[in-house]
């Protein structure tokens, strides 16, 4: 690790200003950071930790019915707190990792890092949810759809903090991971949802550009949902997968139809 | 009747109160006041020509004490290799030089160029990103197959090409054997890959190098296996210092696998440069630095074909196999896919005909060398995988093959050149199918085809040769030292007694075990027996321990030592009892006259040993201190039959293991529960090679796999329940204990039991997949079924170079039935 300044506000207000200094970053719960800290991939002049600050932790429900979930709050919370409200997006959260890094990652150090192969972007874009990002120049609301940009790239700007993320409940859901077996993140995973108006898929781990919207999928689980529906499509392009020592393309594109066909079964 | 204390029982392994409680004390734990870091700034090309290292601004950073690179070690030997094999047509092997700090060009990722010692490892870390190698990119070869041909691009620029030694074993067997094929009613090929593991101990590498002025010694605190090996090396061909101004400790080691037996130019680097500082100098490897600069494990590349006549017995067996040895030659390098696997390619069979080609390779890639079982999983892996295939293609009972070509009569001389003193594969064969229920298999497979899956079963023998030992044998074959075991046995005036045992635990567990067999010996209890191994400056000359040779061997030696204790005691005893020697008995720790009710206590004759008023001085000097050196006449060779049933899920390729049972023969055994605990480690890690490990390079030499995030070690989930079994005993005849060894076993035979239940399961599916290389990932095992052979980016080769799983293992068309 390189030195660095540590600063631990207790507000969302106070993180917002630090975050403006020249050169510093936010410290979520420091899951992805901290590795690449010590390979001396990464490094800031300044470091604010938001594990500090109780407003942007726990999960309450809104006027609409959307669960809530603060941009502090770690996977094992959402596992624990979103079990009977929302149980696909609970065990999404808790199979994340190892007990260590769901006692300490976050939901929003998750979403803002957008890893291809991370398993809450897949939540958050299944499920339509709403991202709140807190910045100098107040709150912003984005749509999921608008926030994953590709690759460990969002809509967030410099500055911008996760403060909390909002989930419409569906009607059915399910998230399907199959594992990298050496790093256990998702090798392809697929979450569907159903809503009243219509399903949603999202798929990670698979793309090149991150996660997606396997839009063939929605429109045919949309008309009829069963796993047969997706057993009749045609695999997304092999092309445009992550093709590494795991699996290749046209493997992955092969998963994304078996785990979401294993998504729509299970939900 | 299971035993409480001694021989047979299963005390709880003391060592284990302080490795549980965090209170081992391991080399990092190891620091000498006022000593200095080193890090080492390590290659990140594969193959490049060092135009220039500016070390100027680096030189000037904060707490930076001094910069080496190599040519502060003109005048220093290079890393030594300890076997020499002579090739096909009598000539030495290929031997490049090893520098400590890389000279004139870097030959793999991970190659040290320059060593950054300062006050701390962060600012010795600093001040090695300053530093700027001018590198001029070389191509890098990577594929053996490529290495070795025609203008290949030259690992070592003085060679003449990239093979090491090209080797044949027996090579006057060669024409009979080549007969013996081309008269055969069926010959079944397989080509297939052993592959390439980083071996990951728990504990990294870690170095202290410290140097006395007053008496100008040097002392070095090693991870090692085998200190006195280190000692040996580091003094005599690379640093010259006498061993007696050398001492060299291996302290509480977190594991070794083999791949902590060799000598590493860390280790050379620390010891010289605190003579040259005159401050100690401390090594602590990160896990990255670990992936490349262990030596790596396997990587071999082989071609097999086994003969078989009307009546299917086995007629002839010839293999020619690709060894990688990477960019250097680690100590033992040579001698694994030569002498520890070549001897073993007869497996449990009495095949007549036998011929080994093994052709070494210099890549540019991290240095292999010996890893748990070492040349003996290649030999057994490749052996038991084309016995499935044959009695696949022969419509024939995989496991009546076998039995049917077992060697059934003892001691029986191998057409590779070793004897097998004594087994029993029926026994032990039989052992197994009881633990299996094979006949309920059918039943299992249909219950798992109900559920969508595919179930496999598969079984197969193994043996090794273990307790790596007879000197004068090993000398014949190349080994540049000698491979007996030692050990002091020093009682006390009070009675208790500390052993000084050349061999080196790491794990295994030899505080508990090998104090059992002592107190058993003379009938004390066994906490009266404190076991130290680790320091040269204490323990005669040792060899330490791999090959699954410390009780066979180090074990041996204490036999012997105790037993001269136990001789002198009773003269000691018959002075104190006035009574003839030859009546003396020692039962339950007492002696006694025979026919008498005389008895002395062990405690009073070691106390009369070191209080000699009443004592037989004419006769016998004081004391009671005894060292004795064990060299046995031959290996030992376990042997055993192991079993595993899988599922195979079709859609996504995954495998589970849903069962492994394994039936051991290790001759006689002295800790049952440390006995099984060695089975369990060495099933994971077989288990882990079969399905998740593998070391994988790009075309550009980069390490694919170089952290956790993609070399998948086993985890408890990935392992099922194990069943093992060791009642099959036939001691081996030629060490005093009667045993054979343990350590390896599990890694040497489980490979190929998963890999023949895998395809066992994907012909249940029908799919005709003849083989899979190893690890059988989900992704590798999904594109068998389609009949493809996915490379998934890494330039380690296929055996053979087709695109289908056909044409990589079986190659064009060569199966043959005459
Ligand atoms: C062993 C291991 C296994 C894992 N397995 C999985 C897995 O299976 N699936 C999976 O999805 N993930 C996995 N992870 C990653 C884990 O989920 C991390 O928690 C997550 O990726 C990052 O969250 P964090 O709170 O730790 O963020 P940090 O590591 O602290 O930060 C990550 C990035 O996000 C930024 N950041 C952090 N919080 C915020 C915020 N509130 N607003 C804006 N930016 C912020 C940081 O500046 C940084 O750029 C694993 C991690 C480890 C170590």
Not at chain 2, 362 to 391: K, W
Request: hydrophobic share 40%; charged share 20%; net charge negative.
């Amino acid at each position: 690790m390189y030195d660095f300044e540590l600063v631990k506000p207790k507000t969302l207000r106070e993180a917002v200003a630090a975050l403006q200094a020249e050169d510093a970053q936010a410290l979520g719960g420091g899951q992805t950071l901290l590795p690449t800290m010590k390979a001396r991939l990464a490094m800031a002049e300044q470091f604010v930790a938001l594990s500090g600050i109780d407003e942007i932790k726990g999960v309450c429900l809104d006027d609409d019915g959307r669960i809530c979930i603060g941009g502090g709050t770690t996977h094992a919370t959402v596992a624990r707190e979103c079990a009977e409200s929302y149980p696909a997006l609970a065990s999404l959260a808790g199979r994340i990792g190892d007990p260590a890094v769901r006692n300490r990652g976050t939901i929003g150090g998750s979403i803002a890092n957008n890893d291809p192969s991370a398993c809450y972007p897949a939540g958050a874009l299944g499920s339509n949810a709403t991202i709140m990002a807190e910045g100098p120049n107040g709150t912003r609301e984005i749509a999921a759809d608008d926030f994953f940009l590709g690759m460990f790239t969002t809509a967030l700007e410099e500055g911008e903090i996760v403060s909390e993320v909002k989930f419409p409940v569906p009607e059915r859901a399910r998230y399907e991971k199959f594992i990298q077996p050496a790093s256990r993140f998702p090798l392809v995973a697929a979450f569907v949802a159903k809503f009243s108006d219509g399903v949603r898929v999202a798929i990670t781990g698979a793309s090149s550009s991150g996660v997606f919207r396997w839009t063939e999928a929605e429109e045919a689980l949309s008309a009829d949902w069963s796993p047969d529906a997706v057993k009749g499509l045609t695999a997304p392009d092999a092309g445009e997968m992550i093709s590494d020592l795991h699996g290749d393309g046209a493997y992955r594109a092969h998963l994304v139809k078996v785990m979401t066909a294993r998504a729509v079964a299970a939900a | 009747m299971p035993k409480d204390t001694g021989i047979g029982a299963s005390p709880k392994r003391r060592e284990d109160v302080r490795f549980l409680t965090g209170k081992g004390r391991y080399t990092d734990d190891i620091n000498v006041a006022g000593q200095a870091h080193v890090v080492f700034l390590r290659s990140d090309v594969a193959h490049g020509r060092i135009r220039g290292i500016d070390t100027a601004a680096a030189e000037e950073m904060e707490g930076v004490i001094r910069i080496f690179t190599a040519k502060d070690f003109e005048g220093v030997g290079g890393i030594p290799c300890g076997w020499q094999i002579t090739d096909r047509q009598g000539n030495p092997m290929q031997e490049p030089k090893h520098p400590i700090l890389a000279e004139g060009k870097v030959r793999h990722v991970g190659d040290p160029i320059a060593a950054v010692v300062a006050e701390t490892r962060d600012q010795a870390r600093d001040a090695a990103e300053v530093i700027v190698a001018d590198i001029e990119d070389l191509p890098a070869v990577i594929d053996m197959k490529k290495a070795v041909a025609e203008g290949a691009p030259l690992v070592h620029d003085d060679l003449t090409s990239n093979l090491c030694y090209d080797w044949g074993f027996v090579e006057e067997n060669r024409e009979a054997v080549d007969r013996a094929i081309s008269g055969a009613a069926h010959v079944t090929t397989l080509e297939l890959v052993n592959n390439r593991l980083v071996a990951n101990p728990m504990e990294p590498r870690v170095a202290v190098g410290d140097y006395a002025f007053h008496d100008d010694s040097s002392t070095l605190y090693t991870t090692s296996q085998n200190p006195h090996v280190i000692r040996l090396l580091m003094g005599a061909f690379v640093l010259n210092i006498p061993e007696h101004k050398l001492r060299v400790v291996a302290p509480d080691v977190g594991g070794g696998f083999g791949t902590k037996i060799f000598h590493y130019a860390e280790e050379a680097f620390c010891t010289f440069a605190a003579k040259q500082l005159q401050r100690p100098v401390k090594w602590t490897s990160s896990r990255s630095e670990a992936f490349m600069s262990d030596a790596h494990g396997r990587d071999h590349v082989t071609k097999i074909e086994l003969a078989l006549d009307a009546d299917h017995n086995f007629t002839a067996v010839r293999t020619e196999t690709y060894a990688n040895m990477g960019a250097y030659l680690s100590t033992f390098a040579p001698s694994v896919p030569t002498w520890l696997h070549g001897t073993l390619m007869a497996g449990n069979y009495k095949t007549p005909n036998i011929y080994v080609n093994v052709k070494a390779v210099f890549t540019n890639t991290v240095p292999v060398d010996a890893y748990r079982g070492a040349g003996r999983p290649e030999a057994t892996f490749q052996l038991e995988r084309v016995i499935d295939m044959a009695a696949r293609e022969l419509g024939v009972d995989p496991v009546e093959l076998r039995r049917k070509n077992y060697v059934t009569e003892f001691p029986y001389a191998t057409p590779v050149a070793v004897e097998y003193d004594t087994g029993d594969y029926n026994a032990t064969m039989d052992k197994l199918l009881s633990m299996i229920d094979r006949e309920g298999f059918a039943e299992r497979r249909r219950e798992s085809e109900a559920r969508g899956k595919l179930r496999g079963l598969g079984i197969n023998a193994y043996i090794e040769a273990c307790g790596i030992a007879p000197s004068q044998l090993v000398g014949q074959l190349g080994a540049r030292a000698g491979l007996y075991e030692s050990a002091t046995v020093r009682v006390n005036a009070t009675g208790g007694l500390v052993v000084m045992t050349g061999s080196h635990s790491h794990g295994q567990g030899h505080e508990t075990s090998f104090a059992q067999v002592v107190a058993d010996m003379i009938g004390i209890n066994e906490d009266q027996v404190e076991i130290v191994h680790g320091d040269t400056a204490n323990s005669p000359m040792g060899m330490g321990t791999y090959g699954s040779r410390s009780l066979a061997v180090g074990g041996s030696a204490m036999v012997k030592a105790t037993e001269k204790i136990i001789a002198k005691a009773k003269k000691i005893a018959a002075h104190l009892m006035e009574a003839s020697e030859g009546d003396i008995e020692l039962k339950e720790g007492r002696f006694t006259v025979a026919g008498t009710d005389k008895s002395v206590a062990w405690g009073d004759v070691t106390l009369a040993a070191y209080v000699p008023h009443n004592y037989p001085l004419e006769e016998i000097e004081p004391g009671l201190e005894e060292t004795a050196f064990y060299d046995p006449n031959n290996f030992t060779y376990p042997a055993g039959a192991y079993a595993c049933e899988v599922e195979v899920d079709p859609e996504t390729g995954k495998v589970d293991v849903l069962a492994f049972a394994a039936a051991d023969d290790f001759g006689n055994v002295v800790n049952p529960m440390i006995v099984e605990g060695q089975v369990h480690g060495g099933l994971a890690q077989g288990i882990g090679q079969a399905l998740l490990e593998n070391c994988a390079y790009d075309e550009e030499g980069q390490l694919l796999s170089a952290s956790y995030m993609d070399y998948a070690m086993p985890r408890a989930h990935d392992l099922p329940m194990f069943q093992v079994d060791h009642s099959c005993q036939t001691p081996c005849t030629h060490n005093p204990l009667g045993v054979k060894g343990c350590g390896e076993a599990g890694a040497i035979g489980s490979p190929p039991s998963i890999v023949n239940a895998v395809i066992d399961a994907l012909h249940s599916g029908g799919h005709d997949v003849p083989h899979i290389d190893m690890p059988l990932t989900p992704a590798r095992v999904w594109h068998a079924m389609q009949g493809g052979a996915a490379n998934l980016g890494s330039a380690q080769p296929a055996a053979g170079s087709g695109n289908t799983t056909h044409d990589r293992s079986v190659g064009a068309g060569d199966t043959a039935t005459h």
